[in-house]
């Protein structure tokens, strides 16, 4: 059966537009340019110098104790009392001790009236062995007899000595010069042997103990810093320099930040009006009376302990590592020397990028976000 003359007059129509669409070349993919927001570095004066909060704490702190277990019978200080060495701070009720010392004493004298016997013996059996009334081995284990008494005696003496020094423990005395810090015992508490009784300070060791940012710590110790008494006379409010004496190893959770701890050199036969416990300000010179960047915090990459920024370079739009050296953290950026005047400064998702990228920048200006109207790739 033929087809229809209809059907053929159609089927001819759309083979041309077939053959048609079989010829058109296939258009490749462009490929994606990713979007990096930048900020401009901005110029800041940098000539203020950098401070930070301190305490001052003790260079020595050392808890004190009693070399024997009692009851406290009585309590002699108070905190924050400045107190002598060898001032007696408390002391224990001594009843037992006291009665172990006259035991021990007892026991010495029961030894020493054994061995007196006992010598009495000897010399006896030593006239007898003269003429043969008495055989030497006897005599012989007389005096070993002696000896073994000697040594009993000698024992019994040492306890003694051993009692009466737990009865002079029962009163506990400043090891030196210092003030008490904290009462960790009162009157009428039993203590164990060798439990703290107080937390006292050395005198005249005073320290400033500051927290720094972790980048900052390792400059601690090539900056002449100064410290500086809130509160009090005038006088008390003149800079005195400052050495460092320690710097953690690590920061401290959560903040990560550093615990440094400065020496204060105080001059002979000068007493400053200072309290364990007061605040201070450890004040850093300025780095340089320049010019230095002030940059967005999310620009700023810590990695290997080497800060850096991304930049985006002209006119090619690629990523370059450029290593700075931060100055110091505003509450809304950081501060840092080795960014060119005007250089746009990668400021969002900074932790992720590969050097050489390239990139499509926006910029951003503050809070607000200016982005092109013109071709290219969109956020």
């Known amino acids: 059966m033929k087809p229809p003359v209809h059907s053929l007059i159609r089927w001819g129509s759309l083979a041309p537009l077939a053959l048609l669409g079989a010829c058109q070349p296939t258009t490749a993919p462009t490929a994606t340019v990713p979007v990096v927001w930048v900020s401009l570095a901005t110029p800041v004066a940098d000539t203020d110098a950098r401070v930070f909060p301190a305490v001052l704490v003790p260079r020595i702190e050392s808890p004190v104790g009693f070399r024997v277990g009692g009851r406290v019978a009585m309590r002699l200080v108070e ?14 009720n001594t009843d037992d001790l006291v009665t172990g010392q006259q035991a021990a004493r007892q026991q010495v004298l029961g030894a020493e009236t054994e061995l007196a016997q006992l010598q009495q013996d000897e010399a006896r059996l030593a006239r007898l062995s003269v003429d043969g009334s008495a055989p030497a081995a006897e005599l012989e284990r007389q005096r070993t007899r002696v000896r073994a008494a000697q040594v009993r005696l000698e024992a019994a003496r040492q306890g003694e000595q051993l009692a009466a020094n737990r009865v002079a423990h029962a009163v506990l005395k400043a090891p030196f010069d210092g003030v008490v810090l904290q009462v960790m015992a009162d009157v009428g508490q039993v203590l164990p042997e060798g439990q703290a009784m107080f937390m006292l300070a050395r005198s005249g060791e005073a320290e400033a103990e500051v927290f720094l940012p ?154 607000h976000l200016e982005v092109s109207t013109g071709s290219g790739a969109h956020p």
Do not use: F, I
């Open 79 to 92: 905190a924050g009392q400045q107190v002598r060495a060898g001032q007696t701070l408390a002391e224990l």
């Open 214 to 367: 972790e980048d900052l710590a390792a400059q601690a110790r090539q900056v002449a810093a100064q410290l500086v008494l809130t509160g009090g006379s005038p006088t008390s409010h003149q800079p005195m320099p400052l050495t460092v004496r320690e710097v953690a190893p690590m920061g401290t959770p959560p903040t990560r930040q550093v615990r440094v701890r400065y020496s204060l050199a105080v001059p002979a036969g000068q007493t400053l009006p200072w309290r364990w416990g007061q605040t201070a300000e450890v004040r850093w010179p300025a780095a340089s009376s320049g010019v230095a960047m002030a940059v967005p915090a999310g620009a700023l990459v810590l990695r290997d302990q080497a800060p850096h920024v991304w930049v985006v370079s002209r006119p090619d739009n690629r990523l370059v590592r450029q290593p700075v050296v931060v100055r110091r953290h505003t509450t809304d950026g950081v501060v840092v020397d080795g960014v060119p005047r005007g250089a746009r400064v990668v400021s969002v998702g900074a932790q992720k990028l590969v050097a050489g990228t390239l990139v499509a920048p926006r910029e951003r200006s503050h809070t």
